[in-house]
């Protein structure tokens, strides 16, 4: 089985390379299962309901998120009713407080009836402090029956996310780190069967400082004045990983880089 990961859509130059280049990956690499990070989707900061069900229609099954995914209000409504198909594909951190809208996992099964779960939780260091990430999806663990199971840790550490791999190898398909934009190049399969990459990277503008336009984010850094941070356009690049597994015991047999640039 394949799993394709799409890195954290930035933008409309994140949301048009998927379009432009999505299609081409599936097929060549014949993968079996989309996922993608969206919660950059809507201009550099959140994700709207029609963008979700746009990226949906591209063909991605499940769709995670983290700390700007309530950037965008409206998408607290969708997800409140998210027990129907398919906004219960849209899913938030599961160790952000009880009672907030949405979910924090989804299984579901591939049209060659593979069943499959993903999972996503926010860090906790240098950011907001949630729920114990660890203990939130030892708790999920226990729930599913899927044998492949993908963890997206959406974090600002890099220790928080390696911990994250370690703790959880042997026991999920695969725990890819995403938020920082940046991708690493320590994508590997761990002792015990489980795909691990530090950071996925941004599909997005790469003519940017993460996404940002680089002379506001510049201007912050020499005055240290708030400034209005609008989305950049150029260099547009597909950042993602594809991981091959075995559907019967969800170990992973290999991971590998993909970086597109926009045709």
Not at 125 to 144: G, Q, T
Not at 235 to 248: G, H, Q, Y
């Amino acid at each position: 089985m394949r799993i394709l990961f799409i890195g954290d859509i930035f933008g409309r130059p994140g949301r048009t390379i998927v379009k432009h280049r999505l299609t081409e990956v599936v097929a060549q690499n014949d993968i079996d299962l989309i996922i993608a990070n969206g919660e950059n989707a809507a201009a550099g900061f959140g994700i709207t309901p029609q963008i979700a069900e746009e990226l949906f229609e591209l063909g991605i099954s499940v769709l995670t998120t983290g700390n700007h995914i309530w950037d965008k209000r409206e998408i607290m409504e969708y997800m409140s009713h998210s027990d129907g198909q398919p906004a219960r594909r849209l899913i938030r951190p599961a160790n952000y407080p009880a009672g907030s809208p949405g979910h924090g996992w989804y299984e579901g099964q591939t049209r060659k009836g593979v069943k499959y779960a993903v999972i996503n939780v926010q860090g906790r260091v240098f950011m907001a402090s949630n729920d114990d990430p660890f203990r939130v999806v030892d708790d999920i663990l226990k729930k599913l029956t899927a044998k492949v199971i993908l963890v997206d840790i959406h974090a600002e550490a890099t220790s928080e996310k390696m911990a994250m791999g370690w703790y959880l190898d042997g026991r999920v398909t695969a725990v890819l780190g995403t938020h920082t934009h940046i991708p690493t190049a320590d994508e590997r399969v761990l002792p015990n069967g489980t795909a691990y990459q530090t950071d996925v990277g941004m599909t997005g503008p790469y003519d940017s400082i993460i996404g940002v336009q680089k002379e506001l984010v510049i201007q912050r850094f020499l005055t240290n004045l708030p400034a209005r941070w609008e989305p950049a356009t150029g260099d547009a690049r597909f950042c993602a990983v594809i991981i091959d597994c075995d559907e019967n015991t969800g170990k992973a047999l290999g991971i590998q880089r993909v970086m597109l640039k926009d045709e």
